[in-house]
């Protein structure tokens, strides 16, 4: 009796510790079905602006193929959320999947996906840029006319201060499969010659979409990218890793990892101490939990994990970025893509 009831007692310890842990993190839901910019809110995207501010955008509309499809920005200032304003919209065809992102030179840029057809692998890539702090915006401009190509994650700045901007050209003709042939790859911005190029693509066994990119030092880059194939219930499927030691001109065949991933979308975020955070769905199959795992080798390991969504519910395409005053914020959906929700914490929260 004495050694089963310290058995219990020692159970009880551990999951207050852990529910300790967990408190650490903050969990908030930002803008959910009640918010009249249409049911649908995935995914979302966010920036920390020069002047302190947060600004928050995601593809809304009454459902993920349904016209009228919008992207929607919100500002966080003195600790409340803007009326979410509308950013952009076709008169014609659907939009989504936006990214905003302030450059070192303080424009902030607006990158989404507009989509004539009835599946993404018709899609173009569009962008705007504002020079007044997201306040005002230019008028949209098409990035890529190649049908097919997409965005959703956020740019890094190179050390020769060039731009890496991660993009996929999908294919296929079925919504609920991607195409094997599905490849990433990266368009580059020099900020001084105003010009864009592409870099090598990255293809793996099921395809390889949604890259996410973190820069190692001058020559070498890791990314992890989201698998193709469809959505249903598989035995095999993981998060697909490639690698570029020229500076993000050219990148190896896509590896598979030991990250299992259920079609979905993952982030990559390089820690102002030179740690890498991956964040993704620790599930083959479904899109929950929703887990942060930090490496302290350069992206060789990731032997800290953690779970900071848990349960019988969907969190999909977390978007990670790290403040000024070093804490970590990631963004995502849940309530089959109704709901956005932000996670605020600490690397020492993880760890």
């Given at each position: ?8 007692i020692k ?17 908030e ?11 649908y809110?995935?995914?979302a ?15 809304g509309g ?13 500002r966080?200032?003195?600790?409340k959320?803007s ?13 989504g ?6 450059a ?28 007044d702090g997201a306040?005002t915006?230019?008028?949209a401009s098409v ?17 020769n201060?060039d731009y890496l ?10 919504t609920?499969v ?6 990433s790859y990266f368009?580059?911005y ?11 693509r990255?293809h793996?066994?099921l ?8 820069q ?5 880059l ?7 194939g469809?959505?249903?219930p ?22 598979e ?5 259920p079609n979905?979308?993952i ?7 030179g740690?890498v955070?991956?964040v993704?769905?620790?599930?083959m199959?479904?899109r929950?939990?929703l887990?942060v ?9 990731f032997?800290t994990?953690m779970?900071i ?8 395409y ?22 956005v929700?932000?996670?605020?914490f ?6």
């Open positions: 009796m004495n050694v089963m009831r310290l058995l219990y159970v009880i310890l551990a999951v207050l510790a852990v529910a300790t842990l967990h408190a650490a993190i903050k969990i839901k930002l803008f959910g079905p009640e918010t009249p910019t249409g049911r809110k995935h995914p995207a966010i920036t920390e602006l020069a002047n302190g501010d947060y600004y928050l955008a995601w593809y009454d459902g993920e193929y349904d016209p009228g499809t919008a992207v929607w920005g919100s966080l200032a003195a600790g959320w009326k979410p304003v509308k950013l952009a919209q076709d008169p014609f065809y659907s939009v999947n936006p990214v905003i992102w302030q070192p030179d303080g424009s902030v840029w607006l990158w989404y996906v507009i989509r004539p057809g009835a599946t993404w692998s018709t899609s173009r890539i569009a962008m705007k840029i504002s020079k306040k915006w230019s008028d990035l890529s006319f190649k049908e097919g190509t997409m965005v959703r994650g956020k740019p890094i700045v190179l050390a201060g901007l991660p993009v996929w050209k999908e294919t296929g003709a079925d609920e991607v195409g094997a042939d599905t490849a368009l580059r020099d900020p001084r010659a105003k010009k864009w190029s592409e870099s090598s990255i793996a066994r395809g390889a979409l949604q890259p996410a990119v973190v190692i030092d001058k020559n070498n890791i990314a992890f990218c989201r698998r193709g469809g959505y249903g598989q035995t095999e499927g993981y998060i697909v890793r490639s690698e570029s030691h020229d500076g993000g001109a050219t990148w190896s065949p896509g590896a990892t030991a990250f299992p991933n979905a979308a982030d990559l975020l390089k820690l102002a101490n740690h955070l991956l993704y769905n620790d599930n199959h479904d929950t939990p887990t795992a930090i490496s302290t080798d350069n992206g060789k390991t032997l994990r779970n969504a848990t349960g019988d519910h969907d969190y999909a977390p978007y990670a970025i790290q403040a000024r005053d070093g804490k970590i914020h990631i963004v995502f959906t849940s309530d089959k893509r109704s709901i929700n932000q996670a605020i600490g690397e020492s929260d993880i760890q």
